[in-house]
């Protein structure tokens, strides 16, 4: 399968290098100081705070060109469009792996709608420096897989196939016939804790105030009660059902656990205000259809 990678940061880099290693012919998009970088060391791995440091060999391009099976894009929510463009002239199925509550139908009416796939990494890392330090796995991350799924909920043979792939790669993914509700449901949660991080100074600072903690789990309530269908997985109705007195507690531990603490939860970046910005506006947008 040849495959390109559009996006240089901590899950495309990951995401490449582990195709890489299995052995596909993938290339990563990288542009700038990053694509330096990525020509001088190739990619530089690290899990969580370890100093080991492993460099993987991708192959890197500054512009996407020729035809490809199948082009993974992992940016931000707000780049999304500015990506767009490029990806109307070339060849190949993409698949979009990333924070997007909007729906495909954007998405087609640039690069035609059946092209698109939508999915989410489960992966999550920060970068320090020009070295991806990804998130350690443990027990609960080895059990959550990387949905991806057809816009429409079907199952398809490219769907089975790109699966199949990414599993032969020791990617753990799986197909999901609920996607674009999977990725509203997350938008809905993700917006109110992003916004709650941040404003509190980072994960560890929001868990010491609990009053904090509640005031995110009501928004991140009204967020999913706003919802144009259920939410996806299903577990996430216990944020609405669950006591709040529980859940706070609960959210205080994950908020202090080296999950979240790798996860790039504390980055106080533009990037990710702007990001949450983007996927805030895509929530209110369902909220106000409903």
């Known amino acids: 399968m040849k495959l390109l990678v559009y996006g240089a940061g901590v899950l495309g880099s990951l995401f490449s290098a582990r195709l890489h290693e299995a052995g596909h012919d993938v290339s990563l998009l990288a542009r700038g100081e990053r694509l330096a970088a990525l020509r001088r060391y190739g990619v530089r791995l690290a899990e969580g705070d370890s100093p080991a440091v492993r460099r993987i060999p991708v192959p890197v391009v500054e512009h996407p060109a020729g035809g490809y099976d199948l082009i993974a894009v992992l940016v931000r929510t707000h780049q999304v469009d500015a990506v767009l463009e490029s990806l109307a002239g070339l060849e190949g199925d993409v698949l979009f792996l990333h924070n997007w509550a909007a729906g495909a139908k954007p998405l087609g009416a640039v690069i035609g709608h059946e092209r698109v796939l939508l999915g989410f990494p489960a992966a999550a890392g920060t970068m320090d420096g020009d070295v991806v330090r990804y998130r350690p796995t443990n027990v609960v991350t080895r059990r959550v897989a990387m949905p991806i799924g057809e816009p429409d909920g079907r199952t398809t043979p490219r769907l089975e196939r790109i699966v199949r792939e990414f599993r032969a790669a020791g990617i753990n993914a799986r197909a999901e016939p609920r996607m674009d509700a999977w990725l509203k449901t997350h938008a809905a949660f993700e917006v109110a804790l992003g916004q709650a991080v941040n404003a509190a100074g980072g994960p560890v600072a929001l868990a010491d105030d609990p009053d904090a903690v509640r005031g995110m789990l009501r928004v991140m309530r009204q967020n999913l009660a706003a919802l144009p269908t259920p939410p996806v997985p299903r577990g996430f109705v216990a944020l609405r059902t669950l006591p709040e007195g529980l859940l706070v507690a609960v959210l205080r531990r994950f908020l202090r656990s080296p999950t979240a603490v790798h996860s790039g ?20 947008a369902h909220a106000r259809v409903r």
Do not use: D, I, T
Request: charged share 25%.
């Open 265 to 284: 939860l504390g980055s106080a970046s533009p990037a990710v205000a702007a990001e949450l910005e983007r996927m805030a506006e895509q929530v209110r």
